[in-house]
């Protein structure tokens, strides 16, 4: 089956193919944001300008056409209203142009399944880290179960807040990041309550000691501090479930420091880690593909009326058809 998929949840748009068990194309158009961040609108406006020049690259990258599909998947949500509708919008239009059945894609779902698929975890604790979600799940009773999350702002979300008080370019994790490396570590506000975590007060308190530290301190001490709390989330996940593999996805499980950290405590307690490659974890349309496919697989074509974008889609709302 050769399922053509479109992401555009946030800043990216992107457009991929999966086809006979791997993936033939992933392109992808980024909306750079300045220091206002991710404006809906603006971006959304940038997608639809570059929609035909993306879709175009991936079909040539696939050497399909886009008749040799069976179906047309897409980003329903969760996610900015405005760049979801351009993406469902560009996927209506080619399954109903050409006949072809459409999926819509929980997001989250979909860097699940692309990680379990590259990394070979049929079974693990998954430590969901992107801009909007923060999220230790496991799959039980043919759900994905959210065991621990963020209460109030996801950890890619409070890392680019803190990037831009920086005064940092765009790609703010990855410059945090750098930037930590040549850090030294002090203490910041460590909150984890039970399994869930909160970060807005971390954020407060690396934002005030700016004016009397060194910003790569800073960066250090935050980054440290928010991996360890996830990581013990993620620990007492793996104690709790005795699950014995553990996979990151999402956009800040491209973060090497925190793949580390995650590995160090797996190695600890006889696990095994694993994160799928940096360009399946950042936002792209392969991992929508490759979920379409599965729901295609199972029969779960949706009408073109009832593809509608859901701004709020939780992972634990998708009912899996699929081992």
């Known amino acids: 089956m050769r399922v053509l998929g479109i992401e555009s ?9 999966f086809s006979g068990g791997r993936f033939l194309a992933n392109e992808k158009a980024f909306y750079r944001g300045g220091a206002e961040g991710i404006h809906p609108r603006k971006a959304a406006d940038f997608m639809a300008e570059r929609a035909r020049g993306v879709l175009e690259a991936a079909l040539a990258e696939s050497g399909l056409g886009i008749r040799d599909f069976d179906g047309i998947a897409f980003t329903q949500g969760p996610g900015l209203g405005p760049c979801l509708q351009v993406g469902a919008a560009l996927a209506k239009a080619l399954a109903a142009r050409n006949g072809k059945p459409l999926a819509a894609v929980n997001h989250c779902v979909a860097h699940i399944e692309a990680a379990r698929l590259l990394s070979g975890a049929r079974d693990p604790v998954v430590v969901y880290a992107s801009g909007g979600n923060t999220q230790v799940i496991v799959r039980e009773g043919g759900r994905y179960r959210v065991l621990g999350e963020t209460l109030d702002v996801g950890i890619g979300n409070m890392l680019d807040a803190f990037a831009r008080e920086l005064g940092v370019p765009f790609a703010h994790g990855s410059t945090v990041e750098k ?6 570590f002090f203490g910041l506000p460590y909150t984890v309550k039970g399994m869930d975590l909160a970060f807005t007060g971390l954020l407060t308190a690396a934002v005030k000691a700016l004016a009397e530290r060194r910003k790569e301190d800073v960066c250090r001490a935050l980054q440290e501090t928010s991996f360890a709390m996830l990581v ?10 005795g699950k014995r593999r553990v996979v990151a996805c999402g956009g800040v499980a491209q973060n090497r420091r925190l ?19 940096a360009e399946f974890n950042a936002d792209n349309g392969a991992m929508v593909a490759y979920a379409g496919f599965l729901l295609l697989k199972a029969g779960r074509a949706v009408p073109p009326c009832s593809a509608k974008p859901r701004q709020r889609f939780r992972v634990d709302e998708v009912e899996l058809s699929w081992d």
Do not use: D, I, N
Not at 9 to 17: N, P, Q
């Open 259 to 277: 793949q580390e950290m995650l590995s160090l405590m797996c190695a600890e307690r006889g696990a095994r880690f694993a994160a799928a490659p």
């Open 9 to 17: 949840s946030a800043h990216t748009l992107g457009v991929g193919v």
């Open 179 to 184: 930037l930590a490396e040549k850090g030294e």
């Open 232 to 241: 013990e989330a993620t620990e007492r996940a793996v104690a709790l479930t």
